[in-house]
């Protein structure tokens, strides 16, 4: 027995253009058919690949679902970490970035909704990524009197929570369109507080 799960502990998995595809596959099943969908079956037949070419990639589909994940936090991140360019009104630009984030939600990930947004909440490292970007943000605004004299601490913080907390319900209540549209009905108000 002992041996046995020593095998196991030290098995070596191959990281390979197999795994890419399981993993573009799982991404694209979960994004359109919902997480409740996703098993090992399901890839297995879709590939048609054999439960060893899964299992010599992954130790279970969970490993799967993270790098998922993954991914689609990279693509939010990206548009987050989009510069400033000091040419485009601030507020349009900002406004514009959360947008993309809302459409980014309805594109990549409405049936992956609460996969992604309870990792959101117990992962720490995302948590920090987001609010200090945002902090950068309302820092900039600062320095160039765009915005009054607030705790940037406190406002990247709400701000966070505002913009994920309507994301993680708009995907589900919302089309795209309409999210859309009350979003940037709303959001200006929420600037027009903190405005100079």
């Given amino acids: 027995v002992c041996w046995v799960i020593i095998m196991i502990v030290k098995k070596k998995l191959i990281k390979d253009n197999m795994s890419d595809k399981i993993v573009n596959e799982a991404e694209q099943k979960v994004t359109l058919e919902g997480i409740e969908s996703l098993n090992v079956c399901a890839i297995l037949k879709k590939l048609n690949i054999t439960n060893r070419v899964f299992y010599n990639r992954f130790n279970n589909i969970e490993e799967v679902l993270e790098l998922v994940y993954q991914k689609i936090v990279l693509k939010l991140r990206e548009i987050i970490n989009s510069q400033y360019d000091g040419k485009q009104d601030f507020f349009e630009y900002i406004t514009e970035m959360v947008i993309k984030t809302l459409e980014l939600s309805y594109d990549l990930k409405m049936k992956f909704n ?43 913080y709400a701000f966070w929570c505002f913009c994920r907390g309507y994301n993680a319900d708009a995907v589900n209540r919302f089309n795209k369109d309409e999210a859309i549209e009350k979003f940037k009905y709303s959001f200006q108000y929420i600037l027009e507080g903190i405005k100079k």
């Fill in 114 to 156: 609460l996969y992604v947004f309870d990792n959101d909440s117990i992962t720490d490292n995302n948590y920090l990524w987001y609010t200090t970007r945002i902090k950068e943000l309302f820092e900039y605004a600062k320095t160039k009197s765009l915005i009054k004299d607030v705790n940037v601490e406190s406002l990247s």
